[in-house]
């Protein structure tokens, strides 16, 4: 299968930014996502983006994507403790054949 | 509502010991799977299915299997549960592959497996 990446922890204050990153593998995705999980709950989808656009932006959230690093990143502004979750950066591509791949899941903390 | 339900949501069993999670959803989706998520490994597709009777394996399907005879259901069985199967089960379904459609996921199935 193909490699998605994300680093485990991240630990910000409240009111400050997160920035969750991901890096992946696989050079003929279309779609990449974020998918957030709540304690106790399943993934739900938080945002994606189209693999020819650089950024996208939706209320709080901006996710950046560089295609030539294959590197996909989510920015959280203002971060609230509700924010406290896992996060996961997932892709999909005609070499998966659509298929969703999922990294490890960054585990965000936000300390009030 | 639209939802996709899984049950049980906690199950402790014993090695051996077959079992079956039922994983249903209302919408009329075509495409469903199956994933277990442990830490530190994330999520990892287990079994798919792209329509009624059609199912291939995912990345981890050794020990499992899986059924789809009609649209709505799509459960999980373990005819012999080992203790490494002990995990965080999600079931999930989406309209297709196709375009960016989005993945619902039930809330979880919690197997303990002695």
């Known amino acids: 299968g193909e490699d998605v990446e994300q680093s485990l922890f991240l630990s910000v204050r409240e009111g400050d930014s997160s920035v969750i990153n991901c890096t992946y593998t696989?050079?003929?995705?279309?779609?990449l996502y974020w998918y957030k999980q709540e304690p106790g709950a399943g993934l739900q989808l938080l945002t994606y983006i189209f693999s020819n656009m650089d950024m996208k932006q939706d209320q709080r959230l901006t996710v950046l994507l560089n295609k030539k690093d294959k590197h996909l990143s989510l920015r959280i502004a203002d971060t609230q403790t509700g924010d406290s979750a896992i996060y996961f950066c997932?892709?999909?591509?005609?070499?998966?054949?659509?298929?969703?791949?999922f990294g490890r899941g960054t585990q965000l903390t936000v300390w009030p | 509502e639209a939802q996709v339900t899984q049950n049980p949501r906690y199950l402790i069993t014993v090695t051996g010991k077959k079992l079956t999670v039922t994983c249903s959803q209302n919408m009329n989706h075509e495409y469903m799977s199956w994933y277990r998520q442990d830490p530190g490994l994330g999520l990892r597709q287990i079994y798919y299915?792209?329509?009624?009777?059609?199912?291939d394996k995912g990345d981890v399907p050794e020990g499992y299997k899986v059924s789809r005879k009609e649209k709505r259901n799509f459960p999980l069985i373990l005819e012999s549960p080992s203790p490494n199967q002990t995990s965080l089960y999600f079931c999930?379904?989406?309209?297709?592959?196709?375009?960016?459609?989005?993945?619902?996921f039930g809330p979880g199935t919690r197997l303990t497996v002695l």
């Open positions: 299915s792209m329509n009624v009777e059609v199912t």
């Open positions: 999930a379904s989406s309209f297709s592959l196709a375009n960016y459609n989005e993945q619902f």
């Open positions: 696989d050079s003929s995705s279309t779609y």
């Open positions: 997932a892709e999909k591509g005609d070499s998966t054949l659509g298929r969703l791949y």
